[in-house]
Protein backbone atom coordinates (compact mmCIF):
# COMPACT_ATOMS: atom_id res chain seq x y z
CA UNK A 1 0.00 0.00 0.00
CA UNK A 2 1.25 3.13 -1.01
CA UNK A 3 2.13 6.27 1.21
CA UNK A 4 -1.30 8.26 0.41
CA UNK A 5 -3.75 5.03 0.80
CA UNK A 6 -1.95 4.82 3.98
CA UNK A 7 -3.07 8.33 5.55
CA UNK A 8 -6.43 7.68 3.50
CA UNK A 9 -6.70 4.81 5.40
CA UNK A 10 -5.59 5.89 8.59
CA UNK A 11 -8.04 9.02 7.93
CA UNK A 12 -11.15 6.66 7.74
CA UNK A 13 -10.49 4.88 10.64
CA UNK A 14 -10.29 8.27 12.69
CA UNK A 15 -13.73 8.61 11.79
CA UNK A 16 -15.60 5.23 12.38
CA UNK A 17 -18.27 5.42 15.26
CA UNK A 18 -17.67 8.83 15.76
CA UNK A 19 -19.39 11.03 19.00
CA UNK A 20 -22.05 13.36 17.76
CA UNK A 21 -22.49 16.55 19.64
CA UNK A 22 -25.99 18.12 18.55
CA UNK A 23 -26.31 21.47 19.02
CA UNK A 24 -29.99 22.15 18.17
CA UNK A 25 -29.06 25.43 16.61
CA UNK A 26 -29.70 25.79 13.20
CA UNK A 27 -27.35 25.21 10.32
CA UNK A 28 -26.83 28.14 8.35
CA UNK A 29 -24.55 28.74 5.95
CA UNK A 30 -22.41 31.24 8.00
CA UNK A 31 -22.65 28.84 11.10
CA UNK A 32 -21.35 25.82 9.25
CA UNK A 33 -18.59 28.01 7.83
CA UNK A 34 -17.90 29.93 11.33
CA UNK A 35 -17.98 25.99 12.71
CA UNK A 36 -15.93 24.69 9.90
CA UNK A 37 -13.31 27.80 10.54
CA UNK A 38 -12.79 27.09 14.10
CA UNK A 39 -11.89 23.72 13.24
CA UNK A 40 -9.54 24.69 10.35
CA UNK A 41 -8.01 27.36 12.29
CA UNK A 42 -6.96 24.44 15.29
CA UNK A 43 -5.59 22.24 13.07
CA UNK A 44 -3.32 24.29 9.94
CA UNK A 45 -3.91 28.29 10.95
CA UNK A 46 -3.51 30.28 13.28
CA UNK A 47 -2.83 28.04 16.22
CA UNK A 48 -0.96 25.43 13.75
CA UNK A 49 2.25 25.81 15.39
CA UNK A 50 0.35 25.23 18.97
CA UNK A 51 1.00 21.53 19.60
CA UNK A 52 -1.53 21.68 23.01
CA UNK A 53 -4.48 22.93 20.54
CA UNK A 54 -3.61 21.75 17.27
CA UNK A 55 -5.27 17.88 17.73
CA UNK A 56 -8.71 19.63 18.51
CA UNK A 57 -8.49 21.22 15.02
CA UNK A 58 -7.63 17.61 13.89
CA UNK A 59 -10.42 15.42 15.88
CA UNK A 60 -13.17 17.22 15.05
CA UNK A 61 -15.23 18.01 12.36
CA UNK A 62 -19.07 19.60 11.13
CA UNK A 63 -21.40 16.63 11.43
CA UNK A 64 -23.08 15.95 7.94
CA UNK A 65 -26.37 13.46 8.64
CA UNK A 66 -28.10 12.05 5.88
CA UNK A 67 -31.11 12.99 7.59
CA UNK A 68 -32.59 16.10 6.00
CA UNK A 69 -33.74 17.07 9.27
CA UNK A 70 -31.05 16.55 11.67
CA UNK A 71 -29.00 17.73 9.26
CA UNK A 72 -30.50 21.33 9.15
CA UNK A 73 -29.32 21.35 12.65
CA UNK A 74 -25.46 22.36 13.52
CA UNK A 75 -23.99 19.37 15.16
CA UNK A 76 -20.13 18.84 15.56
CA UNK A 77 -18.38 15.28 15.04
CA UNK A 78 -15.80 13.99 17.66
CA UNK A 79 -13.53 11.16 17.04
CA UNK A 80 -13.57 8.41 19.42
CA UNK A 81 -9.69 7.24 18.26
CA UNK A 82 -6.48 8.00 19.38
CA UNK A 83 -5.08 10.35 21.80
CA UNK A 84 -7.88 12.77 21.61
CA UNK A 85 -8.28 15.56 23.62
CA UNK A 86 -12.03 15.32 23.61
CA UNK A 87 -12.19 12.50 25.34
CA UNK A 88 -12.81 13.78 28.56
CA UNK A 89 -14.82 16.73 27.90
CA UNK A 90 -18.29 16.97 28.45
CA UNK A 91 -20.70 18.33 25.64
CA UNK A 92 -21.20 21.61 27.42
CA UNK A 93 -16.95 21.16 27.67
CA UNK A 94 -17.07 21.82 23.94
CA UNK A 95 -19.80 24.32 23.33
CA UNK A 96 -17.75 26.32 25.86
CA UNK A 97 -14.51 25.48 24.41
CA UNK A 98 -15.82 26.29 20.87
CA UNK A 99 -17.45 29.76 21.86
CA UNK A 100 -13.91 30.59 23.16
CA UNK A 101 -12.11 30.00 19.68
CA UNK A 102 -14.97 32.06 17.72
CA UNK A 103 -13.91 35.49 20.06
CA UNK A 104 -10.39 34.59 20.02
CA UNK A 105 -10.04 34.15 16.24
CA UNK A 106 -11.98 37.45 15.47
CA UNK A 107 -9.32 39.06 18.02
CA UNK A 108 -6.43 37.22 16.18
CA UNK A 109 -7.82 38.70 12.60
CA UNK A 110 -8.63 41.88 14.36
CA UNK A 111 -4.07 41.99 15.39
CA UNK A 112 -3.15 41.03 12.56
CA UNK A 113 -5.49 43.92 10.11
CA UNK A 114 -4.33 46.78 12.55
CA UNK A 115 -4.85 49.41 9.80
CA UNK A 116 -8.79 48.56 10.47
CA UNK A 117 -9.08 46.94 13.86
CA UNK A 118 -12.32 49.25 14.58
CA UNK A 119 -14.23 47.20 12.06
CA UNK A 120 -13.52 44.01 13.22
CA UNK A 121 -15.78 45.44 16.85
CA UNK A 122 -17.90 42.60 18.55
CA UNK A 123 -21.11 43.53 18.16
CA UNK A 124 -24.35 41.88 16.99
CA UNK A 125 -25.12 44.46 14.46
CA UNK A 126 -21.54 44.66 12.98
CA UNK A 127 -21.51 42.74 9.13
CA UNK A 128 -17.96 43.56 8.48
CA UNK A 129 -16.86 40.06 6.82
CA UNK A 130 -14.20 38.26 9.01
CA UNK A 131 -12.12 36.27 6.30
CA UNK A 132 -10.28 34.09 9.02
CA UNK A 133 -13.94 32.62 9.92
CA UNK A 134 -15.72 33.21 6.63
CA UNK A 135 -18.63 34.82 7.77
CA UNK A 136 -19.56 38.10 9.29
CA UNK A 137 -18.98 39.15 12.93
CA UNK A 138 -22.17 39.40 13.56
CA UNK A 139 -23.01 35.68 12.52
CA UNK A 140 -20.27 34.86 14.62
CA UNK A 141 -21.59 36.66 17.82
CA UNK A 142 -24.43 35.18 17.31
CA UNK A 143 -23.37 31.81 17.22
CA UNK A 144 -21.07 32.27 20.36
CA UNK A 145 -24.02 33.63 22.19
CA UNK A 146 -25.83 30.46 21.51
CA UNK A 147 -23.19 28.09 22.30
CA UNK A 148 -21.98 30.14 25.40
CA UNK A 149 -25.80 29.73 25.99
CA UNK A 150 -25.38 26.00 25.76
CA UNK A 151 -22.48 25.83 27.70
CA UNK A 152 -24.26 26.45 31.26
Given amino acids: MDYCAQVKAAYAL???NPRIVSTGILKT????YILGSVFGQLSD??????ESLRDFGTYARTHKSEDEIEDSFLSIEISTKGFNPYKGMT??????FIADKIKKIVDTEKRHNIEAKEKYAWKKDNDFYSEYLDAPIS???ELRKKLLELSK
Fill in 14 to 16: RWE
Fill in 29 to 32: TDNR
Fill in 45 to 50: GIWENN
Fill in 91 to 96: DKDVFA
Fill in 139 to 141: AAV
